[in-house]
């Protein structure tokens, strides 16, 4: 089944740890997000991706780092985990910038302790 | 900057019961618009979306929502819940030009939740 497919599904890390989070899709779609989810505040924009070889700053994106060296993946990366980020990280994509839907993962749950 | 603002953060209702969950966006220009309805565990799906012509919009599961201009307004409305409605819901808006590329900008959420 087409769609995205984020890993881990859920991860508990220690403070100071790295972590990377892998999001891939084979829907050949252009632009690419991640967002996290937190109570009361719903998704923020970390990072997105509007072709490969282009990243962007969202809303949020201090402590995190993205690349896009092809269509398909995107990670999220915490060089240096902080409590703060303990949330759910969520994948998107759509094909295009003008319209189109976006399409999301199920999701990561990290903990960092 | 655009916002997105979601009157009610939780809802209680009945089932059969009328559903209206407010959401106002700050954008005055050309702007699309989106719902998204998160089952408990799950991720985000679209209920339905507006880009031009009729500004009322049919989406799926009895949804529907209507865009007014003058009011900025894209108030989702369904005539009688269901207890599998209980989820959290979304207000999303984008605009297609400018320099934040399109991206969505997601309101904080209405949480509903529908007593059988």
């Known amino acids: 089944i087409a769609g995205i497919t984020q890993a881990p599904t859920s991860q508990i890390l220690a403070a100071g740890r790295r972590m990377t989070l892998r999001c891939t899709q084979d829907?050949?779609?252009?632009?690419m997000y991640w967002y996290r989810q937190d109570l009361g505040l719903g998704l923020r924009l970390i990072h997105y991706?509007?072709?490969?070889?282009?990243?962007g700053k969202g809303e949020v994106p201090d402590g995190y780092s993205v690349s896009r060296a092809n269509t398909d993946d995107f990670p999220l990366t915490l060089a240096s985990a902080v409590p703060s980020q303990t949330s759910v990280y969520f994948c998107?994509?759509?094909?295009?910038?003008?319209?189109?839907?976006?399409?999301f993962g199920e999701g990561s749950r990290l903990t960092v302790l | 900057a655009q916002s997105v603002s979601q009157h009610n953060h939780h809802v209680i209702l009945s089932e059969a019961a009328s559903l209206e969950l407010g959401c106002n966006y700050s954008?005055?220009?050309?702007?699309?618009l989106f719902w998204y309805v998160q089952y408990p565990g799950q991720h985000l799906q679209l209920l339905l979306k507006?880009?031009?012509?009729?500004?009322l919009v049919k989406g799926i599961k009895g949804f529907e929502a209507e865009f007014i201009k003058s009011k900025f307004s894209f108030n989702l409305r369904k005539p009688s819940v269901q207890w599998s409605d209980t989820a959290e819901y979304f207000c999303?808006?984008?605009?297609?030009?400018?320099?934040?590329?399109?991206?969505?900008?997601f309101g904080k959420g209405t949480k509903l939740s529908v007593k059988p």
């Open positions: 998107a994509s759509r094909p295009g910038l003008i319209t189109g839907e976006l399409f």
């Open positions: 829907m050949r779609h252009n632009a």
């Open positions: 991706s509007n072709t490969a070889g282009t990243t």
């Open positions: 954008y005055g220009g050309t702007v699309n």
């Open positions: 507006y880009f031009s012509g009729d500004p």
């Open positions: 999303a808006v984008n605009s297609p030009w400018g320099g934040s590329q399109g991206n969505l900008i």
